[in-house]
């Protein structure tokens, strides 16, 4: 299957140093990929570079076009964001914040169509926000806010869903609701693509990306037994990883 997404990357620095050595990403259609590793891989800088929002030396294409001849709303309406901390917005109602996920597919300083209002209740129900829809972003709690962020990417409906951190102040059942989103995106033939810190639910997605020092160390299946020693390796062998009820599961050794 043809990558969604690719990048070939020759290096990326920031304020003068090496965060991302040369390394090489495809992400394909109806996969979710989980990227981990330990604090300081270059996990976050990785995404942040898939979605365009870093300049490097290397090439990035989307749809197998070059990134360069996309036009940035055309980009956007294939390729949605999800970031760390967002802190945009904060005065919009929940609802206004979603519909933002929604301008990519609407005309200069056009009103919100059907459709969209649809699109925003459909991504808001689905992550159980939309009975706070009225209330200021800046009133949510941390959970609530992150939920509410991450129907506005869902809100439109792309090809790609890159999301970093996406489970930042969410409950254990509310992770649960995430794992079960990432998956229905993956079987509709989304590419789906997740900075985690939690390795659990890392362990459920279809490919693991293992990162460490600013490289790509492994990439391959959660049940690959190169994999966990791979996960093994960048946590310095303290970690038992363990089968269970059809799983893998993470323990702290």
Do not use: Y
Not at 105 to 131: C, G, I, K, N, Y
Not at 167 to 174: I, K, Q, S, Y
């Amino acid at each position: 299957m043809s990558a969604m997404l690719s990048l070939r990357l020759c290096g990326l620095k920031l304020g003068g140093k090496t965060i991302l050595q040369p390394l090489q990403l495809d992400v394909r259609p109806a996969c979710w990929t989980a990227v981990v590793g330990p604090n300081g891989a270059g996990k976050s800088t990785l995404l942040s570079a898939l979605a365009g929002l870093l300049p490097f030396d290397g090439e990035l294409s989307l749809q197998g076009r070059g990134w360069a001849t996309w036009h940035s709303r055309e980009r956007a309406r294939v390729l949605a964001w999800l970031g760390q901390n967002e802190t945009s917005a904060d005065d919009l109602s929940a609802e206004d914040v979603v519909m933002l996920g929604r301008l990519p597919h609407q005309a200069w300083l056009a009103p919100a169509s059907a459709q969209d209002h649809a699109e925003v209740e459909r991504a808001m129900r689905q992550t159980q926000s939309w009975d706070w829809r009225a209330r200021a972003l800046s009133s949510l709690s941390g959970g609530e806010r992150q939920r509410v962020l991450l129907a506005r990417a869902l809100a439109v409906r792309a090809s790609v869903l890159l999301m970093d951190e996406p489970l930042a102040h969410l409950d254990p059942p509310h992770q649960s609701d995430w794992v079960q989103i990432a998956r229905e995106l993956a079987g509709a033939g989304v590419a789906v693509v997740s900075v985690l810190h939690e390795l659990n639910i890392a362990l459920q997605a279809d490919v693991l990306v293992v990162m460490d020092g600013g490289h790509i160390v492994h990439q391959g299946a959660p049940h690959e037994p190169s994999t966990h020693a791979a996960l093994q390796q960048v946590f310095q062998n303290r970690l038992l990883i363990l089968p269970l009820q059809g799983r893998w599961l993470a323990l702290n050794a």
